[in-house]
Nanobody
Framework: QLQLVESGGGLVEPGGSLRLSCAAS????????IGWFRQAPGKEREGVSC????????IEIDPVKGRFTVSRNNANYTAYLQMNNLKPEDTAVYYC?????????????????????WGQGTQVTVSS
């Protein structure tokens, strides 16, 4: 059974850091690209960062550039989102999602509809 489980969220003061983990099981992890998304109350789910299946390519949205870093360890079936210099506007439920490699298709997407599998989410709250 394919499963994604996020962890690492919590309450942090502005300027602080958190490292989110996304543990995968039940599928060939390195065949799937991973996307990190977030959803704040009353807002649509937003793509934050993506990493290719082999980990060589990453991309993130402008508001998090220079603060968030996505990575993955295919040996232990885990993806990570390192978040530094957190701001109150980063407060949201964070999700990881997986989309399979399809030859001829762009590897990244910030459209939630392009992802087949989702974790349950982890809450990140940035507040003093």
């Amino acid at each position: 059974q394919l499963q994604l489980v996020e962890s690492g969220g919590g309450l942090v003061e502005p300027g602080g850091s958190l490292r989110l983990s996304c543990a995968a099981s039940g599928f060939n992890f390195d065949y799937f690209h991973i996307g990190w998304f977030r959803q704040a109350p009353g807002k649509e789910r937003e793509g934050v960062s993506c990493i290719s299946g082999n980990g060589r390519n990453t991309i993130e949205i402008d508001p998090v550039k220079g603060r968030f870093t996505v990575s993955r360890n295919n040996a232990n079936y885990t993806a990570y989102l390192q978040m530094n210099n957190l701001k109150p506007e980063d407060t949201a439920v964070y999700y990881c999602a997986a989309k399979p490699t399809v030859w001829g298709q762009r590897w990244y997407s910030f459209n939630p509809a392009d992802y087949d599998y989702w974790g349950q989410g982890t809450q990140v709250t940035v507040s003093s």
